[in-house]
């Protein structure tokens, strides 16, 4: 009687949270490395006024400054903080540089201010812009000698990034990069980061996975964390880590570029929105608002290319949200069914009881017609009597309770939908955001559950704690704040009302087979006399 009214309880509501929570779960050193990354992420305006207070200082200096070769080394210096922060700005400075090198003079800056400038428009996805400047407007036979491998280097780097991005409107013919690389071998120093950054772009080509990891490993290690190139170096490891089929390692190294970024403030970059990318089918809601921040920074950049990279994945955003839509009204539908479960067996239950009583009432007519041991046989229906009123009471109460939750549940769901659809289609995804960011349903959904089912075992089983320690050594035993279980007496509980099959109890409590699978022999272990008799024991407590 105790386990058909327990189970009508607890299993109805464990299959909704089965069906409500069907998100794949994070690793958890993948969600540690997302929680890092969030307080990184909420620091982003400490990060963009150091920025601007180093940018500021230069502006006043060349501004102040009298020496027209100073001026151009602080323009110069001026496009170097910009590149990765502001297209139009970096173009302004670079152009500077050219105009004031020319006035100077000075062949080797006015040429290495233009290769700069071709090597931006290539980065920015201005690839005609860049195809004139590099191929167009720069006489190779011109070129200072200092300065024939940085042009290799950016017709290679120009050559990657087009073959990277066919689907951009312009169609250029250039020749491949594995045109340059020979070249640039025999013009580079070894140890130079240029030369190992082309040997790593000839590894990851070929398949050499193995050796482009070692390489990349090598120029993230001997590079300063806190650097823009460092973030370059650690988003490489990220691409090989994707070839390998390695996800974690993928993710781990994506996440630290995206920090580096936001070290650096740069605002053009791929690793935080790779980061979304990845997140969509585990965290929707995370992954749109890294997605939002990488377009806000993409737009302020004003490159041509970033933005129209990253709006192709707002569609997955979308996807995923009308799938969560999906998912909760089918939980919705599945809430009904197991209410209409809930109230047959209730029913069955009610029944079951009326029949009892029935056979009590002509138990005690048999005892009072023999007049055997009246007084005795009036206290034995007294006391049963009592216990039925008492169960009835149990069913009264949980019948009310789980009907509330229920309830309470559904309409919170609606609500929460129809608010979320009346956000989306007024446009209001911040106000979305912010309200998701606030969200802790689904913890305190879990904690409700499991006070619920102490609450509701212990009252059924009051002595469950003391007799299941009785099982277990002096020094292996339990001892729970009142009211409340521990994981290991909430496993076994379930096994006491006959649910031992480990997936299921994994399903009812929210946690991995193998957590489920280590407590259950740990606390085997410590228990008194046959471990392998140890479950038909708890079994037997309280009968």
Request: glycine share 4%.
């Amino acid at each position: 009687m105790h386990f058909r009214l327990l189970s009508a309880f607890i299993l109805p509501l464990a299959l909704l949270s089965a069906v409500s929570c069907n998100t794949p779960k994070l690793p958890d050193n993948v969600s540690g490395l997302l929680v890092e990354l969030d307080g990184y992420v909420s620091s982003r305006p400490l990060y963009e006024t150091r920025k601007k207070g180093q940018i500021d200082a230069l502006r006043r200096l060349m501004n102040t400054s009298s020496d027209a070769r100073r001026k151009l080394d602080l323009s110069r210096e001026l496009a170097d903080e910009y590149f990765a922060y502001n297209f139009d700005s970096t173009q302004f400075y670079l152009k500077k540089c050219m105009d004031m090198a020319q006035a100077l003079g000075d062949e080797e800056q006015y040429y290495s201010a233009s290769l700069e400038l071709g090597h931006l428009y290539a980065k920015a996805g201005h690839f005609m812009e860049a195809y004139n400047r590099l191929y167009e407007q720069t006489d190779e036979e011109s070129l200072p000698e200092s300065l024939r491998a940085d042009y290799l280097f950016d017709l290679f780097d120009f050559s990657r990034d087009l073959a990277g991005n066919s689907g951009m409107v312009e169609r250029l013919s250039i020749p491949d990069r594995d045109v340059y690389r020979d070249e640039l071998y025999s013009l580079l120093p070894p140890e130079s980061d240029t030369y190992m950054r082309v040997r790593l772009d000839d590894y990851v080509s070929s398949g050499r996975l193995e050796s482009a990891d070692s390489l990349a490993r090598l120029l993230v290690a001997r590079t300063d964390p806190n650097t823009h190139p460092y973030a370059i170096y650690a988003f490489e490891i990220s691409e090989i880590a994707y070839h390998k089929g390695l996800w974690d390692e993928q993710m781990y190294w994506l996440i630290k570029s995206a920090e580096c970024d936001i070290i650096n403030s740069v605002k053009d970059y791929a690793s935080l929105t790779m980061v979304a990318q990845n997140l969509v089918n585990y965290d929707v809601d995370r992954s749109f608002r890294y997605l939002r921040i990488a377009q806000e920074d993409a737009l302020a950049y004003n490159a041509k290319l970033r933005p129209w990279q990253i709006s192709q994945f707002f569609m997955g955003i979308e996807d995923a949200y009308s799938h969560r839509r999906d998912s909760s009204r089918m939980a919705s539908v599945w809430a009904s069914i197991l209410l209409a479960v809930l109230v047959l067996i209730l029913s069955l239950l009610a029944i079951s009881l009326i029949n009892r009583s029935r056979k009590l009432s002509r138990t005690r007519a048999l005892l009072e017609e023999n007049n055997i041991k009246l007084g005795v046989a009036n206290g034995a229906l007294n006391d049963l009597n009592a216990r039925l009123s008492r169960a009835d009471k149990i069913k009264e109460d949980y019948i009310v309770g789980f009907l509330n939750k229920l309830s309470e549940q559904i309409a919170g769901q609606r609500a929460e939908d129809n608010r979320v659809r009346k956000l989306l289609k007024q446009g209001k995804s911040a106000e979305l955001l912010r309200e998701l960011d606030l969200s802790t349903r689904s913890e305190k959904s879990l904690k409700e559950y499991y006070r619920t089912f102490d609450t509701t075992f212990l009252g059924l089983y009051p002595g469950y704690v003391e007799q299941f320690n009785a099982l277990l050594k002096p020094e292996a035993r339990f001892s729970p704040k009142e009211g409340t279980l521990t994981t290991e007496l909430r496993i076994f509980a379930l096994i006491r009302l006959g649910i031992d099959d480990s997936r299921q109890i994994a399903s009812f409590l929210h946690y991995s087979l193998s957590t489920i699978y280590n407590y259950k022999v740990s606390v085997k272990n410590a228990c008194l006399g046959d471990r392998d008799s140890f479950e038909e024991r708890v079994k037997m407590i309280g009968k």
